[in-house]
Structure formats: C-alpha cells, structure tokens
C-alpha cells in the first residue's frame, strides 16, 4: 500500500499541525512521518507530512482532498505525491560520463523509485553507453546559432517522454530562460565548485589559482541566474599544494558524484522545498 | 516568555500528533519546533514538542497538566522542561584542563543557559584554574581504599549544590554503580575514542597501535556498563603514520572538546531521549 | 618516458637520504618526488621517490641498480616499480555488484594504470554484468565441502592470468590462510565498518544496535586474521536514529566505494609501506 | 639539544636534495623530517627540512652557513629557524573573545613554544580578561580620523615588543597597506567564511541568504586585498535551514578557533611557506 507524501508551506497561523493531524487522523491515516519548520523572521511555515491511508482507501482521492482542505482552510501552498510514483528522470550531458554512470547505476539497482526516460547530449560519444543501459538516447548538434532552434526539439522529446525532472549531469551547455519556461519540470544542475564561490567556467582552474584547502560541489535547481539557483546540496573534499588542476578534476568527480546524487534522491523523495532561492530539505 | 519543551515517548498508537497538537492549540499556545520519530521496529513513538503559551498562562501549570494528560490519555512517558530554566552542572575533573576550560568558557559566555555549581577533582593541580572562573572546587583524596567513603561524600555535595547534569570532563576515574543509582541525575562522560573501538584505558596508544587512519571521541551517558553507555554524539578526525601517541593525544584534544560540548548541548536543550541503550537526538 | 618509484623501510641509520639523492643525481636522474619518515620510536626509515632516468637511460636496468645499491649499502627492503607497468587486477565478487561497478569503470575510464585481468564470484547472478565491461569471468560453485579444493582452482586461475592485486570487493566468504599463502599477490579487502569497531559478520546490524552516531569502512589488506590486517584508509558518515540497518547499509555504499577506490588507487601508485600490521602511506 | 629548521623555494635544478642532505650528512647532522615539492607548472622547488646537528656544534652557526649555502650554491630563497625559538605573538582582538581565549588557553597550556607579547585592542571590555592571562594590553580609540596616527601608535608598541607574528583574532578592523608595509612581522587574520565566497562584511549573513548547506572559516595572510591574502588552512561545518543568522553566527565560533589555531600552529611550526599568493603547507 502507497503513502501519501504532502509539502505544504505558507504564511504561519496558529493550529496548522493541529489541523493537519487531526484531518488524517479523522480518515484513519497513520502518520509515518512528520517534520515541520517555522522561519521565524519571515512567518512562514513548512511542512512534510507522510501518512498511510486507512485500508481500502482511495489514496489519490484522499490527496486530493488534503490538498484541497490545506489550500482553502490553511491557506498553503501544498504538492502531492504518492510515495510509490515512479519518477521518469531525463538527463543531459556532453562528454563527461562519470555523473551519467552514477545515477543510471542508482536507477538500474532499484535505489531510487524512479526510471531514465530520456537522455540527451550534444556530442555523440556516449551514445553506445547510454544505449548499453536501455535508455533512449538523441544527439543534437547544437551550435552558437542553431541554440533556439534546438532547445524547442529537446523541450519537444522531454515533454513527449513525459519527463518529471530533468538533471543536468555535467552538461557543458548553459539553458535559456525560455528553455527553463517551457521545459515544465524542474532541472537540477551540479556545479564543479562550492558556489557562490567559482561560478562560471573552469572552477577547478580558479580553485588552483586561489590556492583554497579544500575544493567542493553544489546541486542546485537551475534558474535564470547561472549557478545562482536554490542549493539542494553541498559537499567539500580537502585539497593541498600537491594538486594541480588534473588531480582537482579527479579528486572532484567523486565529490560531483555524491552531491548530485544525494540531491536527485532528495527531489525523488519528494523532501525539497523553494522559497525565496533557497531549499528547505528534510532530510 | 519562556516556552515549554516537551519530551515524549511510547508506544506507537494512531492520532498522538493529533491529540498533542490539538491539546496545545486549544489553549492558544504555539508550536515553535516539533520533531518526532517512529521506530517501525519497536513500534515505539518519540515527539520534541516546544511551545509558547498563550499570555497569562501560567506555564509551569500548563507543562504539569500536558505532562498528566500525555501520560494518562497517550500512554507516554514524558518530561517537561521550560525554556529559561538554567541547568546545574557539576563537573568532575582529573589532571586534564582543555574539556573543562572548554565548558567553563561557554557557560560563561551564555551560550548555554545553565551555570556551574560545583566542580569536584581528584587531583589539587587545577584548584587555582577553577576558582579564577568563581566555581566552587573541591578537592577529594580519592584512593583504591577509600572509594566508597570518597563517592558518598562527593554525591553529597553534589545534591547540596543541586546539580541537575554531572558531566566527566576527562575524570580519569571509573564511577561506581552505587555512584549513579544515588547521584540523582544524568552524567555524562567524553571517552577519547570512537566507542565502541578502543573503550577502557589509553586509547590513542591503541589507536597508534592497530594504525587506524581517522580517531574519534564519543560522548555518552554514563552507566555500569564502562564507556558502553547510551552515544550522544561522536566525531573522528583523519591522522596519518606520522601521528605518535602524543600526536594523537595532541589532535584528540580539540575533538574532545568539541564533542563533548556538543552532547552537553544537545541534553541542555532537552533534545535527547534514551530508549534501549541508544537515543534518539532531535537536532 | 616512464619515471622509476621506489618504495624503501629498514633501520635508520645517517646520510640514507644523501645518498639515494646522490646516486640518482650522478646518474642525470631528476627526482619528481620523494617523500619520507622516520618512525623514532622503532628507529625505522621509510622513503617513497619517484624519479625520471635521464635520456637514453634503460630504466629497468637502472631501477635494478638502484635496488642493488639500497639492499646492499644501505640495508634497506626495496621495492621497485615503474610509473608505466600496467597492473593486473583480479576481483572477487558475490552478489553485491556496486563495488565492483566502482572499479570496473574507474578502470574502464583510464583513472587508473591498470587492467582488470580476471573476476571470480561464488555466485552467477552478475555474469552478464562483467562480461559487459568485457572482463574474463567464472563462477565458483563454493560450499563448506569444497572450499579446500575451490581454493585450488582459483588461485590457479589468479596465477593464469598473471594477477599483480586481487581485491574483494564485498567478497561475502572468509579467505583461507592457505589461499593468502599461496596466491602470490596482495589482497585488499573493503570491511564494512570503522574497524576495529564491528569485526565479523553484520557490521551495520551491530552499528544499528549499539546506536553509533557514524558509520565507516575500512579497506585493509587481508591477513589471516580475520579483519584484522593493516589498515590502508577508513572513512566514516554521519547517521541518526533515523536510520534503521536497510538506511545504514544504503548510506554505507557509498562509503565503501570510496574507501576501496581510495585504497586500491593507493596501492596501485605505489604509496603503501607495510610494516608491523599497519601502513605507512605516502599520499 | 635544539634541531634546526629550513625552508627554503626557488627555481628547479637537478641535484638540489642530493647538495641539501649531503652537506647535512657531512657535518655529522641527522634529518628528523624532510619534504619537499615541485611545482612542474612554475619549475618551482620547495622544500622543509629538520635535522639535529652533530653534538658540540653551534647551531646558530651551522645554520647561518647553511643559509649562505643553499642562497649562493642553489639560488634558493632561505629562512631558517630553530626548534626551541620562543616566538613573541601579538594579537589584535575588538569584542569578541572566543578566539583570543583560545589562542590564550594554548599558549598557557605550552602547546606551542610561545609567549603572547601584546594584545591590543579597539575596545575595552577585554582588558580584565587579557589582564587575567598576564598578558600586556592596550586600548587603542581608534576612529576613522585617527587611524593613521593610532595606527602609527599600534606598530610602535608592536616593534617594542619583539612580535614574530601579528594574530588578527577576529579584529573587526582593516588594517592599512601602511601598517602591513611598516609592521615587520607576518599577520595572520581569521575570515568567518570559505573565502573567495563572502568576503567582506557580515559573511554570515550573506550565507544565509544565499542558502549555502556548509559555512566555512579561513585562515590567511593579511594583504592589501583584503580577505585575498595567501590561505593557511579551511574547515566547514554542515548547517541547514533550521539554522538562522544568530545559529551560523554560533557554529562559526567553534570553526574559527580551530581553524585559526591549526594557522597559527602551523605558521610557529614553520611549516608555511608562500608563493605567487598561495601557499605551500608541509604539515
């Protein structure tokens, strides 16, 4: 039997958690989960509440109802899932494989409720991997005039795979706003560098050149404002004099790897919310 | 105004959030932070609920009568703590300053809400570095003999003071079972490894003997069971073959320090819960 | 041109590091790093140095050299290698396959100056898996009967195939001494946990229950006693009470691949010393 | 017996390890630690070395023609310093005391072979608590229209003292390019962020609003730039939503002792060496 996974956040009022327990406790549900965070400089209130319906319920219906009642009587904004939802998952790369490897591993194992839909790339050298996991692999041979053109054939096939999320694994290529408008999912990126430090192109190349002690990686929801998005998660590996820029690169994949994933599960399990471009993850 | 914190535990049965949530905002108090936890193992219900009460509500009553009905009504057992209540530490040292300076500056600083009410030695060495922070010091000339003797005296001027928190900061003696059935209160101990690696006597030297490459420090409710009580809270740091004993003993210093502030922390704010010789730390 | 390591340990005694700096400098050898320590207690001198012959120069002649001159003028244990030798993996496998993922595409991906030259398993569930990275693969039908005679026929597939590194990567059976005897390579093995913590079977079972608050793995090299071998690195994450033993032992395959890629990367470039049960690791 | 301490950085040349440990070797000189490092990008040679003299020398002696040696023979910049030198640190401090405590508990405690020669400050609340150490203190009125004379005031004091190394200890004040011409010893300050990221102003802040997932503190050599002088040492700690700006402000204090601290160690431990704006660190 599936739970139902509800985020709901808003303007703070009194007796939220009060109204929420009792409307699913009425309907026999079990509370499996509960976490709740109160940003006391801005008055809002948020919420992750997981539950299991009471036997031979409708589980979609009773989301319904939830959400509705939380938007109408509480005044929240509320996302529903059901925690067995298989999320489709497209993914963008160009030639760097290492990120591609480490989720379409965690996939295939069965760690993540979820399925590869689609994988796109704008060069065409791992195609014969990609197709070694069964996914659906396009090449686009984009360039510098043809991006618009292309961008609207990509939005294209995400939307006819159905895509719910969209991850951009050490994808060399920055998204347009109008992408981002269009596309109808969120995007996670990884950045090779612990933002906002080292924005931009080659952060491992200005990590060396600043000499810092320790180099990191950021996921974050991608935006209009390049590696400017809501972090989902960070992470940090200690360096020293004795790296260059190769061993920064290698040391950073693994890092990359970590940090990417733990984010995508973190989305996948539905424990993400945005407010004011920054996440609340409960975790 | 000073909140009220609860902490509860149970076994698990449908509609506690329900009830405690509502019980709260029926009197007009609100929930500042709650945290819970299900053991789907044991079946067990663990709950951190802090709230403000309405105005003019007497809040000592109003923490009584919570705790009668979580009892009564929910089966829990529960204790009750109030924001502003300032914790009495008893600390009890050897030879060793750094873990005692450490907690010294903190309650002196305010980052805690607690004072120290009596600090016991079995050594004189430090008398001098207690008084210049105005803490009562005693001085108990503990041998194999007179240990019996020693500990009744000692549990007497622990109760005299009042002390609502013992804490061992690096006290180089074992405490006997008699010591905490009579003491009245929770004692805390740092052992300078990561338990259950390395418990009883001279860690480091067998941390540099197997050559492990990370060590750690462990903080841990004290019970008859040497250094295997319930863990609070443990950190490692990374060390390496050139790192000698002393090294070691050097580096565990400030990870010492750390951890055991941190567990002393965590039980100051009413966040640990003890529940089969393991807790539940709601942080 | 391929630079000449040199891995050395044996009683300190004055002007070793004068004359292995002498010797490669009147041979136009230009050191790229060298890297030593000096354990005071045991009076023992370990060195690491890596150096390019100058042109025209046979390099094996000279590494022969070189470890002539160290054996026999300074006393020391020599081992010589060259920064170009490709190494000959073997793996030995169970049914867990994310370890082995790790290794192969981390080989695969040219991280490494290896090759993975054979895979042994005790079950046939990852067949199709090895064979898809193109790596030679048997299956062992082992059981408490035929351990003796199994044993045989391994290793006489680990010599065949000219094995210079066996590593199990989360091999679930127990080596024999005899195996470690006659096998004629080294071994690593990731273990689990943050040894010595959790020796033995179930280690994240055994963390779960004695509520630690970090999880860790431990690659060592294997040795007759049972988890017991020196200790080529350890890492360790953080956990809660939330984590029951299936969260532990998720969280922990990530842990492990890390420190087994670590370790093996280690030995591969020729930055491990063994001496008395422990490591001296030059990274 | 007092050994002798060698840092020395220039232009590659072969036989530079052979010449430095063959002349210690020929006068009788045991090395205690080596290291050493090659930037192939820069053809830059680094290298630290310790060794104890023959019995009876003169170890100021052998040290000065030591110097002489390695800057004429090998072109190689020289600082050499002894192992039972005593340096005189000064320490600039305004409100907060956490840092200075725990330099001050570290000095007092002989953690590290020196004294604390001056404190001086922008504020007065300290004076009782730096008088309690018997360190001399000094208040200085500093606005910003008597910088330039107090200032002048500051490096008098400073100079009479015979300060090796100026410790910024969260000294809320920028120090002029004049200061840093004049002071005649190295400073170190502690930057509550990981730098290059929020540099500047109330870096505390700006984490939180920028949502990162780590904060961090840096330790680094005072330049013109400010918070953009050669970095010592880094650490971060994990912070989430739940933690405010007075929680950053709180879990900051503990990383910027420690992270100040091992800066300092280092530096005393000469172990520092700086190039092209970063640093070499042999620890």
């Known amino acids: 039997m599936s739970s139902i996974i509800a985020l709901l956040y808003g303007a703070d009022r009194p ?4 109204r929420v327990s009792t409307w699913i ?3 026999g549900g079990n509370v499996l989960h509960a976490d709740q965070h109160l940003d006391r400089q801005e008055n809002v209130f948020f919420q992750r509440v997981e539950w299991e319906c009471a036997p031979r319920t409708n589980s979609i ?3 319904e109802d939830f959400q509705k009642m939380a938007e109408t009587d509480l005044f929240m904004s509320v996302q529903i899932s059901h925690q067995n939802d298989i999320a489709r998952i497209g993914v963008m790369i160009s030639k760097a494989d290492h990120c591609f490897h480490d989720l379409a591993l965690r996939v295939k194992s069965g760690e993540w409720n979820a399925e590869v839909s689609c994988v796109l790339s704008n060069h065409t050298n791992l195609e014969k991997t990609v197709s070694s996991y069964n996914f659906p692999f396009k090449h686009y041979n984009l360039t510098s005039e043809n ?3 292309i961008e609207k054939e990509q939005i294209e096939w995400i939307k006819d795979q159905g895509v719910d999320l969209l991850v951009l694994a050490r994808y060399m290529q920055i998204i347009s706003a109008d992408f981002l408008d269009q596309v109808g999912c969120p995007v996670i990126n990884i950045h090779h560098s612990f933002l906002p430090s080292f924005a931009g192109a080659k952060p491992y190349h200005q990590a060396y050149k600043r000499g810092v002690k320790l180099i990191g990686a950021t996921a974050h929801y991608v935006t209009e ?5 809501p972090i989902i998660g960070q992470d940090v590996t200690r360096v020293s004099h004795r790296h260059g820029p190769a061993e920064l690169i290698e040391k950073g994949r693994d890092l990359e790897k970590l940090v990417l994933s733990t984010a995508v599960r973190r989305h996948l399990q539905n424990r993400v919310l945005v ?3 920054k996440t609340v993850v409960f975790d």
Chains 1, 2, 3, 4 share one sequence.
């Open 15 to 18: 007796g939220i958690v009060a």
């Open 25 to 27: 406790h009425e309907r």
């Open 61 to 63: 219906q009773e989301g």
């Open 147 to 149: 991006k618009h053109f």
């Open 225 to 229: 404002d390049l590696d400017g998005g």
């Open 275 to 277: 407010y004011q471009n």
